[in-house]
């Protein structure tokens, strides 16, 4: 009989799911936005993984269930809870293990973590006491040009002028950001300051946690094409693409530690 193992990561802004078979084959995967209950978002988040899902109907079938995130104590039928910094490392060390560095932009933190040759975290720093630089400080500054996340993210991309913008606090950036479109500035301008500033956020993280080649890019935001080359530029380095979506590395790391966990006891 086939054994099935689940992550789900409960996080500020997506809802991530992964389920791995015995043999460590992702089965299926789900993001959803986050509800304001942590717990409704755990389980609609695991209702559509299941959906996609032949041979298991229910979480009752699951042999091991770990969850992660800021939600991770809301995970209903939660074996265990592990934190996202761990499960992070994880996903990422199953799905290319030559990776030691790690970049990870969540809805309100910024993470460097750097990886051991066994998947676990040697060290980590994180910036969450401000969210300029996170998820919701993108979506703010895509509503701030009028344009969604997708074409937010490429518009640094036409220009190799960089306006700075100087402001530390979200709120202030926001301010700083509207008033330079409001002054007619090029948003294009506009758009690589704000990723070169966050870019360089970033780089304090890393050199805080310790950088080590090689470097990739995990949560929602590493899917910000204009914030990758901004990030290669501040730091000098080349990151590497990941095969699995990044925005499921959480959810992948505690899939991986059900199955190691569950496989180890007897489950």
Do not use: W
């Not at 299926?28 to 959906?51: F, G, N, W, Y």
């Amino acid at each position: 009989m086939s054994k099935y193992f689940c992550g789900c990561d409960v996080g500020s802004t997506y809802g991530k799911c992964v389920i791995l078979d015995e043999k460590g084959k992702l089965i299926s995967s789900a993001i959803v936005r986050s509800k304001i209950d942590p717990e409704e978002t755990s389980k609609e988040t695991i209702r559509q993984a299941l959906e996609n899902c032949n041979g298991i109907d229910s979480v009752e079938d699951f042999n091991y269930l770990v969850g992660t995130g800021y939600g991770r104590n809301k995970v209903p039928f939660a074996d265990e809870n592990v934190s996202e910094i761990s499960c992070h490392a994880m996903g990422v060390h199953v799905t290319n293990p030559k990776i030691k560095t790690i970049i990870d932009i969540g809805g309100q933190d910024v993470k460097g973590i750097s990886v051991d040759t066994d998947g676990t975290v040697r060290n980590f720093a994180m910036n969450d006491k401000c969210a300029a630089g996170t998820g919701r400080f993108f979506e703010s500054m895509a509503n701030a040009f009028e344009l969604s996340l997708d074409e937010f993210s490429k518009l640094s991309l036409t220009t190799d002028k960089v306006i700075p913008i100087t402001a530390q606090c979200s709120v202030f950036a926001e301010s700083e950001v509207i008033s330079l479109v409001g002054e007619k500035k090029p948003k294009n301008e506009i758009a690589a300051g704000i990723q070169v500033s966050v870019a360089k956020r970033c780089f304090v993280m890393c050199k805080k946690a310790g950088m080590e080649p090689e470097f990739t890019l995990t949560g929602g935001c590493a899917k910000n094409i204009g914030l990758k080359k901004a990030i290669e530029k501040v730091l000098k380095i080349k990151i590497t693409d990941l095969t699995t979506d990044p925005q499921l590395m959480g959810a992948l790391g505690a899939a991986e530690y059900a199955r190691q966990k569950g496989l180890a006891q007897g489950k």
